[in-house]
């Protein structure tokens, strides 16, 4: 059963349509945001400090200042200044599957004091000081990130 140059040439054009039909259909699923995902910070409410780890954004009068280390300070605290979460619930067996939590120390305008929240940046998940649970979308997850400097010794 030969196939004649014409009928392999279709086979290859409806071959190359499905596939960018398939990578349309999953780049749309993937990038498209929660229905029910809203802004952690908004104009009244403006993310002002940020600490995780050894890591801490500040914003200054004009700028965001970062630590020494971070090479990718403005597009770190313009993804954490601008992040959306949609509210979650996990049980108490999820709970313990989790791996150990970052610390993240958040302070907005107006609150002279941070509130500590709970990061587990491999599931995208926060768990508020009240003990709320929210979902970090995939999408926005690698933007928050830190880009570390590597520390060399001499």
């Known amino acids: 059963m030969a196939l004649s140059r014409k009928k392999w040439n279709n086979i290859l ?19 498209q945001m929660p229905d029910d995902a809203q802004a952690l910070f908004d104009e009244t409410n403006q993310l002002t400090q940020l600490q995780f780890d050894d890591i801490w954004l500040n914003k200054g009068a004009n700028d965001w ?9 403005r597009t770190l605290a313009e993804a954490w ?3 959306a979460i949609s509210p979650t619930s996990i049980s108490d067996a999820e709970r313990q599957q989790l791996p150990a939590a970052q610390s993240l120390v958040i302070a907005i305008n107006h609150t002279p004091q941070g509130q500590l929240w709970q990061y ?5 998940l926060l768990q508020s000081a009240a003990d709320n649970w ?4 995939p999408s926005l997850r690698t933007e928050l990130i830190p880009i570390i400097a590597s520390q060399t010794q001499e």
């Open 81 to 83: 200044s601008q992040l």
């Open 134 to 137: 929210y979902q970090i979308p």
């Open 120 to 124: 587990y940046p491999q599931y995208g």
């Open 13 to 31: 054009i409806i071959a190359c349509v499905f596939m960018v039909a398939v990578l349309t259909f999953i780049d749309s699923k993937t990038n």
């Open 65 to 73: 200042v970062c630590s020494a280390s971070v090479l990718n300070c």
